[in-house]
């Protein structure tokens, strides 16, 4: 049987490669796409599942289609099938954060996206997902957060540190440095153009606006 073309056009224009849009050749480029794409049908069974998705999941495409999304999403099936439900219902979704159970049972976090599936006539045949894996790059985040978290500790230790010797040098003018602080920030608060940072930094750089006494003689101060 002769292969149709999706968009109906020739395959071919003077000076252009012979190269067909055919349903075939979409397949193939599903099948070879390096995010995981499945299928799935009205029932939630499992109609379309590439290696991308094989290597997300551990789990063959001969072991799945025919099978329950279920068997991918076994410990989250309710929000799995509360998304597929309104995917059903037309709606699309795209890079949904999901808990997944691998087939050898260990657990992993995937991007998800899906969309519904429909026919010539405008009715909703199934869904479709996109999904990879976003588990390392989570952890990777998360370690960041946890450095970063770490080094505003450590500034902020040593901006007191440096404050409160000058404090001690100076003790006419004791907590000066702290009130300051408050009023700048009080100001910069008042203004509301500030994000949290710039607050930090005014904070910061008001506490420390007498760190040149470290460096003037105490008879002098």
């Not at 300051?180 to 940072?197: F, H, P, S």
Request: aromatic share 6%; with cysteine; hydrophobic share 40%.
């Amino acid at each position: 049987m002769a292969t149709k073309h999706l968009d109906g056009k020739p395959a071919k224009e003077a000076g252009q490669p012979d190269f067909k849009i055919t349903m075939e050749s979409l397949l193939g480029l599903i099948k070879a796409s390096p995010l995981g794409i499945t299928a799935i049908d009205l029932d939630g069974n499992i109609r379309l599942w590439n290696k991308a998705a094989e290597r997300n999941s551990g789990w063959k495409e001969n072991e799945v289609i025919g099978q329950s999304i279920k068997i991918f999403t076994a410990d989250n099936w309710e929000a799995y099938e509360e998304l597929r439900q309104r995917t059903l219902q037309k709606e699309v979704f795209t890079s949904l954060p999901m808990n997944v159970t691998r087939k050898d049972s260990s657990k992993s976090t995937i991007s998800y996206s899906t969309a519904p599936i429909l026919d010539a006539e405008d009715q909703v045949v199934g869904t479709m997902a996109v999904l990879y894996d976003i588990t390392e790059k989570l952890k990777m985040e998360a370690a960041l957060q946890d450095n970063l978290e770490k080094m505003n500790r450590v500034l902020n230790e040593t901006v007191e540190a440096l404050a409160s010797a000058v404090e001690t040098r100076d003790m006419y003018t004791a907590s000066h440095q702290r009130r300051v602080a408050q009023l700048a920030c009080a100001i910069a608060e008042r203004i509301g153009t500030l994000n949290v940072e710039q607050l930090q930094g005014v904070r910061t750089a008001a506490i420390l606006h007498d760190i040149g006494k470290l460096y003037v003689p105490y008879e002098l101060l």
